[in-house]
T-cell receptor, first 109, second 115 residues
Framework: RKEVEQDPGPFNVPEGATVAFNCTYS??????FFWYRQDCRKEPKLLMS???SGNEDGRFTAQLNRASQYISLLIRDSKLSDSATYLC??????????FGAGTRLTVKP | ETGVTQSPTHLIKTRGQQVTLRCSSQ?????VSWYQQALGQGPQFIFQ???????GRGNFPPRFSGLQFPNYSSELNVNALELDDSALYLC??????????????FGEGSRLTVL
């Protein structure tokens, strides 16, 4: 079993749609959780951290369920510029950030 | 831009050869992590260097080795290249061993093709 598993995608949605990505992790000792975004042929960049109580950043909402070892990312009112691969990242200790394989999103006009 | 620079950007090697990839970390960052990203996959953690010492390693064989220099720049060396080593190699810098916010600042990567 992979340490971090994500929806395989791809997700193709129209502009304005709401889309949700799921992620599960296997290491119950994981401490911190993040979503990164990677544009085509570019480097990954931090989108947002994920806190136990859930958190929002504009149109983006992240949630964490430690008991189920599950993380989600919700994007509301999708924009063309949201098209990218979204990477779920789990940090078990200070040294090791584990990335999922990513979920590819294409937002169409 | 992140301020993390990697070289070379692209290179082609043949099986059995050796390669050295270089990374300059962002100003003020003392930690460099290396990742391998195969096509269609997420980045896989190779190892991390903190203050010139290896500070964690992923599931990669010993032929993957590295260095960090006093100015915090870093090298990744891969010996006895195999076809499966073809990938994008990403360097990420951070402040502290994981970064207080978990934010890694990635370079644009070195794309290695092994023939």
């Amino acid at each position: 079993r992979k340490e971090v598993e994500q929806d395989p995608g791809p997700f193709n949605v129209p502009e304005g749609a709401t889309v949700a990505f799921n992620c599960t992790y296997s290491n119950s000792a994981s401490q911190s959780f993040f979503w990164y975004r990677q544009d085509c042929r570019k480097e990954p960049k931090l989108l947002m951290s994920v806190y136990s109580s859930g958190n929002e950043d504009g149109r983006f909402t992240a949630q964490l369920n430690r008991a189920s070892q599950y993380i989600s990312l919700l994007i509301r009112d999708s924009k063309l510029s949201d098209s990218a691969t979204y990477l779920c990242v789990v940090k078990a200790n200070n040294n090791d950030m584990r990335f999922g394989a990513g979920t590819r999103l294409t937002v169409k006009p | 831009e992140t301020g993390v620079t990697q070289s070379p950007t692209h290179l082609i090697k043949t099986r059995g050869q050796q390669v050295t990839l270089r990374c300059s970390s962002q100003s003020g960052h003392n930690t460099v992590s290396w990742y391998q990203q195969a096509l269609g996959q997420g980045p896989q953690f190779i190892f991390q260097y903190y203050r010139e010492e290896e500070n964690g390693r992923g599931n990669f064989p010993p032929r993957f080795s590295g260095l960090q220099f006093p100015n915090y720049s870093s090298e990744l060396n891969v010996n006895a290249l195999e076809l499966d080593d073809s990938a994008l190699y990403l360097c990420a810098s951070s402040s502290g061993t994981g970064g207080a916010t978990g934010e890694l600042f990635f370079g644009e990567g070195s794309r290695l093709t092994v023939l």
